[in-house]
């Protein structure tokens, strides 16, 4: 569909910006989070560094009319509103981007690049001065961290008390609005609006991870969401839980600091369309097989699936009331959605932590008879017994982790034979919902 017929017009966003050969920060972070956002990401390339995740090797500026060049040829064909700024190594580069920023009009991020994580210059010390009077005055948004902050205002930034000194003093060198990052702090960021006066905190959880390319992933995050329409306040906060997001599931590359994921954040909405998909491809395993009604217990069952990684309940897809059997046939009550199954989530949150690809499981109804199907297939079987529940974690949790360790290793079968007023159950474990349903609907048709 083109743009002419579509109601969205997809946002132009622009990086002008260093390439980190290494594939972490500069333009290839700032492109992987402009297609995170769904906005459509162009570049203009200040400075080409030989770099990887244990610092900066070299770095080649090009020449300010290469980057104005690069600048022209976008804007003069398409229309860009929003652009950030990432390493712009000299004098000559900055005010020859400054010059474009007032010709196209552009509304400006802008993140004050000074070093590489790692080690490493980015911008040279007489520059410094040219990026303050030049091109600090043109941005709506800079991103500076502590230290950054620090070096714009000529104060030492170690405290939120230092951060909103600096955002004062920055903001009166002509900024819409100055947003403190607070990585170096405590995790929070801190936006100030001197129109209004307000300082807004972000907070945060510092999360486990790479960080190399963190600044400008965030940086990229404000200019995409602002370019769609965002208020500031609103970008900051989808931007700062975007990167804590790419952190955690950095990738595990290099000797150095790993690379962030900006991707990450699009993995897990996909893992959960796919898990959604398989486990409404369960159900209908399920309830179209002629003899699975038999299988359902007392309580009803349930059927879920967790994305990879799966830690709490809502990662985990079900069906809302479970299934029940009714006039001999299995009716799902609600619909496949996250959260909706306790029982079975925690079987699988106890599965997952010893194998990682066990996503998937359901309950089933207890006998003997089905107990003796389960043997003729010949999946692995363990069992746990609910007098030894120790009582200080969830049963299902202890259960499931109790029948794993005992079977040693993974039993694709885990069977209870109840207490008082538990009805005894027998739970199935799989690599996905369909794979189990299938396994539900084999034992069905050897059971009377
Ligand atoms: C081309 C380029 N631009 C920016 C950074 C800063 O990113 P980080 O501080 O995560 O190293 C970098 N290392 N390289």
């Known amino acids: 569909m083109t743009e002419k017929n579509s109601m969205f017009k997809t946002p132009v966003v622009m990086t002008i910006a260093g390439s980190d050969s290494g594939g972490g920060a500069g333009i290839a972070a700032d492109i992987k989070t402009f297609a995170a956002f769904g906005v459509h990401g162009t570049c203009a390339i200040t400075s080409v560094t030989a770099q990887n995740t244990t610092g900066v090797l070299e770095t080649f500026d090009l020449a ?28 000559e580069i900055i005010k020859e981007v400054a010059k474009q920023v007032k010709k196209h009009n552009l509304s400006l991020v802008l993140d004050p690049v000074m070093a590489a994580e790692a080690g490493g210059d980015l911008l040279k010390k007489e520059a410094l001065s040219v990026l303050i009077k030049e091109l600090l005055p043109l941005c709506k948004v800079t991103t500076p961290n502590a230290s ?48 209004s006066g307000t300082f807004t905190r972000i907070p945060g959880t510092f999360v486990k991870g790479g960080t190399h390319g963190s600044g400008c ?22 931007a700062k839980t975007f990167v804590e997001q790419a952190i955690l599931r950095s990738v595990p590359v290099g000797k150095g600091v790993g690379p962030v994921n900006p991707l990450a954040n699009t993995l897990e909405e996909k893992e959960r369309y796919l898990a959604l998909q398989d486990v409404k491809e369960a159900v209908s395993i399920l309830t179209y097989s002629p003899d699975f009604a038999k299988l359902i217990p007392e309580v009803g069952c349930n059927i ?56 998937a499981a359901m309950n089933v ?40 360790r005992k079977y040693g290793g993974m039993p694709e079968v885990i069977y209870d034979k109840g207490a008082i007023g538990k009805e005894p159950m027998v739970r199935l474990l799989g690599k996905s919902a369909s794979e189990v349903a299938k396994l539900a609907v084999e034992l069905a048709r050897r059971v009377k």
């Open 304 to 359: 879920g699936m967790a994305i990879p990684c799966a830690r709490t309940y809502n990662e985990i897809a079900a069906v809302e009331g479970r299934i029940i059997r009714f006039r001999e046939k299995a009716i799902p009550v609600g619909y496949v959605n996250f959260g909706a199954s306790q029982h079975v989530a925690r079987v699988i949150l106890a599965a997952l932590r010893e194998n990682p690809e066990m996503r």
């Open 64 to 91: 300010p009319e290469a980057v104005a060049s690069q600048i022209e040829a976008v804007c003069t064909d398409m229309d860009v509103k929003w652009a950030k700024t990432g390493m712009l190594a000299s004098s």
């Open 148 to 195: 950054e902050a620090g070096a714009l205002a000529g104060v030492t930034v170690k405290t939120h008390e230092d951060a909103k000194l600096a955002a004062r003093k920055i903001a009166d060198l002509g900024v819409e609005s100055v947003i403190v990052t607070g990585g170096h702090i405590d995790a929070t960021d801190l936006l100030y609006e001197p129109v």
């Open 217 to 238: 992933t965030y940086s990229a995050s404000m200019a995409a969401c602002l370019a769609r329409g965002d208020s500031t306040e609103t970008a900051a906060r989808k």
């Open 365 to 404: 109804k207890y006998s003997e008879e089905i107990l003796e199907a389960c043997r003729e297939i010949n999946p692995g079987i363990s069992s746990f017994d609910r007098a030894e529940d120790p009582g200080d974690a969830s049963t299902m949790e202890w259960g499931t982790s109790e029948a794993i």
